[in-house]
Every structure is written in C-alpha cells, then in structure tokens.
C-alpha cells in the first residue's frame, strides 16, 4: 500500500493540518500553506479532515500509485494526468493499480494543491503530526520533501471508498478566489511603532510578491513603510498572517514555518482565510491589504465551514446514488 | 513592566497578553503563573499558551470562543491569582563539558575577557540561569542572567553546522543549541543531553520557559558516559525543586510602580 515517486517535482511534501501545541517549545507549527483546500479534498474523499496529502508546489511531480484508490487534487489547477489522460482539480478519480499520475505546472489559478488519497498518506507521527518541517527535519517522509524513489506509505481507505469516484466539488464551493483579490488584515499588536503614514501606505497601496517567497515568509515589494519607532522588538509570538516590518520597510507575511517568536514589529496580521490566498500567489502577483474588523475575519471562516458541511452532504449522497 | 496588562489583538486566531515590552523577569514570572493557571481551566477553543519574554500569546479557534469572551476569562484568571503564593523553583542541571574539543572558542572568550580557562568556567557555573522562552530552534531556551564579565561578541564568520548540546555565548547573552543548526556564539562547551527529541512525545524539550538552569563542569569522561546513558535512555536529567517566597510580585507591590 503505497506510491513511488518517480520524480519529486519543485517541492513535494507530506502535510496534515500541523503540529500545533508545541510552540512553547519553539516548534514551528508547519502544516499546509492552503489548509482551507487541504480540508476539502479530504472532505470529497471521506477522509478525516487531519488526513495527510501531497502538498505540491509549482510542478513537476510524477508517482505510480500501487494499490488502487480515489484520488482528489484539492487547490490550483496544477494539470493533473493520469495514465496520460488529462484530470480535472476538485474531481475525485478512481486509480488502478499500477496508475502514473504527473503534475504538468501552472493553469494560472495559484500555485499550490494538494493530491489526497483515500485513507490519507502514512507516515509516523512526530510530536501529534505527520506536517513536514524541513528546517528542523520533522515529521512528513523523514523529515523533507520527496525525492525520486521514495516509498510513500498509504493508509487503508475507509469503507465504500470507491463509490466516491467522480465526485465535482462545485465552483461555487471551491476556496480558490482571483489572485488580485485583496488580502484582508486586521492591525497588528505594533500598530504603534508606525507613522499614520505608514500605516496608509500598508493599507493603500499595492505591494508585489517579491522572488524571496516560502513556507517560511511572504517578503513583499513596493513603497517602504514608514516607522516612528525601532523595528525591533523584545520578541514575541508571531501568529500565521503576522506581517512583519523589518528596517528596510519592506513587509513580510508570515506562513506556515515561521518561527514561534520573533523580533520585528507587526503592523498588520493577515486574516487565516487571507493568508491561504496569499499563499497561492507568485512572484509579481499584486497584493492589496484591507483593514478588516474581527467579525468579518472570523465570519469568512464560519463562511467556509458552511461550504464544508454542504461538500460532505453532497459526498454522503453522491455515495448512496443509485448506478 | 505595565501596572495592569494589555490585550494586543494579533489576527482572528491569535490574542497576546502583554505585560512589558522590555525584558523583564517580573512580568515574565507573572505571565508564567498566568499561563499555568489557564492550562489548568481548559478552556474550550484554546489551541496553545506560547510565553515569550514579556507576552503570553494565546492561540485559539474563533469559531469555538470569541475574542471578548476569551478576554474575560483571561482577566478573571489574572484577578484569581494569589500574589502572595509561594512559588516553586525547578532547576534543571546541565552537565557540560567545558573547552578542549566540546568549546572550540574558549580561547576567544579568554581572550576577549583576560580571565582564565577555570575562572570562565567558575563564573559560567557559578549563577543560575533563568529560561524566559524558548523559541529560534526547537528546544532553544533564552536565558538571562549571565555573569556580565564573561560577555563576548559573536564570532565575526558563523559556522555553518554546530553540533546540537553545543553552549556557547552571545553578547551577555548565553545559552545551548538544541539542535545540529549554523550559528555565530562563541562556543565553550558541550552538553551530553539532549534538549530536544522528537521521538519523545511526552517531552521532547528538557527545559521549558520558566525553569531555571544551572550548569555544572564534568569531564570527557563523564560526557562520555552520560552520553551513552542519554543514547540508551538510562539517563534522568537531574532536577531540583526549591521552594521559594514570592515569586509573583505581589499587586500592592504593583500599585506602588
């Protein structure tokens, strides 16, 4: 029960929703960089929601997949084939035995997907998670991303896996939006080191995602931010989204490795519905920043929620379709 | 540090409590007795506590427990606190290997600080240690109260791989790698143990923020054989408890600031 990895593609990595409660000790939560696609595509397959999946970067992944299963490309449309024939993303697919699935690149919908397979990706737990942190070499398949002839061990799928075949998760349903779409941000707990200019420009103006882009930070480009204090601070927790303003000016959002604690002021932290947008985008792509308040950050979540339950009952009666 | 902490929003997910905003063993004793009181209420939607020097960063799910609400049981607990409490203090004592091939940069520290190879080692022994956070790697502690005589800048080029255990020093700053990571500090030593393992899922640091360290001089002998008793798992690290008076400021005490 398991897959070979052919060719590992840009950065292939094995991720569940992270391992959370271990920040005190100064370990980086990790997990996926788009948790909200990661969710669904284990949703359509009857998965629980923690299962681990491929999560795969840009392009270039090519697997044989031993056993049969259902699988589900749940993100960017990153031109999935199998066995040759071209796959569509948010479709779940029944695979033989023996089946090749490859990862052409780009369709222009975002950069990152994640292929799930029923019964979810087995690797050990480390700490409570399967998350890959390369930094630290954690978790995930001996802690990094795959390489061509890595062994990936599959979970045994639940039952009555196999009528989920050709399942659609509907557009409408989907937590993919358009990669200008403006990235909401609630003011940071340094709102105070920054000029009311400052403060303008970050919300105002539009930033570009600049080359230095990973897991780890989003580093943007365009106008400087103007601070009226150091940027340095006594370090503190860093949240997911925390955008962080070092000297330069230039800010950098915070993904899914940073750092449990850091020195440099945040003006802003993105919304965690927000971030998992960001984190589609690619070098160049425009950012604009909206002050949003409490509510309407935590109501795009309860949002999703809602689009989750709707998913499930929609596998639930696809499976007991009449054939 | 602040008469009366502050709420600091930091995203839909994330709540800091703020007690200074400078490096401050009060305030981060405090935030400490906070963050015990709370783990123990259990409060549902709570993800994690992560103390940092000066802020207690409370991690949650939104869709479980509002902010305000999460607030209010906060400063419900805040007011529970008994200042006059006394506290407890755990020590963890490290067995390092001072010099030799274990401290490479010994010399430099000697150098920069006209002390001897002993006194260093008398004077990096001779205070404890207190861990404010532990953050940069996993297992990394942050700790303050280094003999200021023994500072030393960084090593101008950085090494690129430092063996996990190694201590070194940093400005009047001290401390031990917790994992095979580069890093410029000036190396004196090593310790057998290890501060971090992943494969322990009860505890996979030694030290947590809080704790006290107290290092003490052992031999290559003696590393080696702890090191062999760590990799069998023979090893207890050895930890003492002292009760102390006080370790909460009391809140008249506050007042008077």
């Given amino acids: 029960m398991s897959f070979v990895v052919e060719k590992p593609g840009a950065l292939t990595l094995v991720q569940d929703l992270g ?55 749940a993100g960017a449309d990153l031109n999935m084939r199998i066995n040759g024939a071209p796959a569509q993303s948010w479709t779940a697919y029944y695979v033989p035995p023996g089946s090749r699935i490859t990862i052409g690149g780009l369709s222009g919908d975002g950069c990152r997907s994640y292929l799930c397979f029923s019964g979810g990706i087995d690797v ?15 978790g995930g398949y001996n802690g990094r991303a795959l390489k061509s ?21 509907p557009p409408e349903l989907r937590p993919m939006r358009p990669r200008d779409e403006l990235i ?71 993904m899914s490795d940073r750092q449990t604690t850091g020195g440099y002021a945040k003006i802003a932290v993105v919304c965690t519905w927000s971030a998992a947008k960001l984190a589609q985008r690619l070098p160049g792509d425009p950012v604009r920043f909206r002050r949003v308040s409490e509510d309407e950050a935590v109501s795009y979540l309860f949002e999703f929620e809602r689009s989750l339950e709707t998913l499930d ?7 007991s379709r009449r054939r | 540090m602040y008469r009366t902490p502050r709420f600091l929003g930091s995203g839909d997910s994330c709540l800091v409590v703020e007690f200074s905003d400078s ?35 409370v991690y949650f799910n939104p869709l479980s427990i509002s902010r305000a609400e999460l607030e209010r049981l906060i400063d419900r607990t805040m007011d529970s606190l008994d ?37 260093i080692v008398r004077r990096h022994t001779g205070l404890d240690y207190y861990c404010y956070m532990l953050g940069f790697t996993p297992g990394f502690s942050y700790l303050g109260g280094m003999d200021e005589s023994l500072a030393t800048p960084r090593l101008r080029n950085p090494r690129l791989l430092i063996p996990a255990g190694s201590v070194g020093i940093a400005g009047k700053q001290t401390g031990a790698y917790s994992i095979d990571s580069p890093g410029g500090w000036q190396l004196i030593g090593r310790t057998p143990l290890r501060l971090f393992d992943p494969s322990d899922s009860e505890n996979p640091t ?41 370790l909460c400021p009391s809140s008249s005490k506050n007042q008077a600031r």
């Fill in chain 1, 19 to 73: 391992r959370w409660g271990h920040q005190f000790r100064g370990v980086t939560v990790s997990g996926p960089m788009d948790p909200f696609s990661l969710r669904m595509g284990n949703i359509m397959l009857g998965n629980g929601q923690n299962d681990a999946a491929l999560e795969i970067t840009l392009f270039g992944l090519d697997i044989i997949v031993n056993e049969e299963r259902c699988v589900v490309l």
């Fill in chain 1, 124 to 138: 050990p737990l480390v700490m409570g998670s399967r998350s890959t942190y390369v930094r630290a070499s954690l």
């Fill in chain 1, 149 to 169: 002839g890595d062994v990936v061990n599959l979970n045994a799928p639940k039952p009555l896996w196999r009528l989920g075949d050709g399942l659609v998760c």
């Fill in chain 1, 184 to 254: 909401c941000a609630m003011d940071g707990p340094q709102i105070d080191a920054f000029t009311q200019e400052g403060i303008n420009t970050f919300y105002g103006e539009t930033f570009t995602v600049s080359n230095e882009i990973d897991r780890m930070g989003y580093r943007l480009d365009g106008p400087e931010i103007e601070l009226c204090k150091s940027p340095d601070i006594v370090s503190d927790g860093i949240a997911l989204g925390a955008v962080q303003v070092p000297g330069h000016g230039r800010p950098i959002v915070m």
């Fill in chain 1, 313 to 319: 009952r929609m596998r639930a009666t696809y499976r």
């Fill in chain 2, 23 to 57: 490096i401050d063993m009060e305030a981060n004793l405090r935030l400490q007795s906070l963050r015990r009181e709370l783990s123990k209420t259990h409060i549902p939607g709570v993800l994690e506590y992560v103390p940092t020097y000066r802020s207690l960063a």
């Fill in chain 2, 83 to 119: 200042p006059s409490a006394r506290g407890v203090r755990r020590v963890l004592v490290m067995p390092v290997a001072y010099g030799g091939e274990f401290g490479p940069d010994m010399k430099n520290v000697s150098e920069h600080t006209g002390m001897s190879e002993e006194e």
């Fill in chain 2, 206 to 246: 030694l030290i947590d923020s809080g704790d006290w360290i107290r290092f003490r001089s052992i031999s290559s002998d003696e590393y080696s054989v702890i090191q062999k008793e760590v990799s069998s798992g023979k090893y207890s690290p050895v930890r003492v408890t002292e009760e102390v008076e006080g």
